[in-house]
């Protein structure tokens, strides 16, 4: 079992920047691929950015290339996501996740197999 905690998140002003973090307990962590998701009000949970376990590797959703960057601390147990030059399109409940298979975090519908609470980003024009 592995429980993930969210913060760092807030209001911001369009223009921006924010870092959140994920802090991961129960497991080893470099075992798991982490990523990010975000989920606005009326719409489903899409994917925003992963990592691999050893933080070789990084993905990101075309709409954050370039704005956003998901780095890990695994003597911390913790993911990040810096977010630069936030946007009001941002604005959603920001989600980390984890599961040992990086790809799951690229499905349709992501089984990824832990999850934690969120933490609210709102960025305002």
């Known amino acids: 079992q592995v429980q993930l905690e969210e913060s760092g998140g807030g209001l911001v002003q369009a223009g921006g920047s924010l870092r959140l973090s994920c802090v991961a307990s129960?497991?080893?962590?470099?075992?798991?691929?982490m990523g990010w998701f975000r989920q606005a009000p009326g719409k489903e949970r899409e994917f925003t950015a992963a990592?691999?376990?050893?933080?070789?590797?990084?993905y990101y959703a075309d709409s954050v290339k370039g704005r956003f960057t998901i780095s890990r601390d695994n003597a911390k147990n913790t993911v990040y996501l810096q977010m630069n030059s936030l946007k009001p399109g941002d604005t959603a409940v920001y989600y980390c996740?984890?599961?040992?298979?990086?790809?799951?975090?690229?499905?349709?519908?992501?089984?990824?197999?832990?999850w934690g609470q969120g933490t609210q980003v709102t960025v305002s024009s």
């Open positions: 990592i691999s376990g050893n933080g070789r590797m990084t």
């Open positions: 996740g984890a599961d040992a298979a990086l790809h799951v975090f690229f499905a349709a519908k992501p089984p990824v197999n832990y």
């Open positions: 129960g497991r080893t962590f470099s075992n798991y691929a």
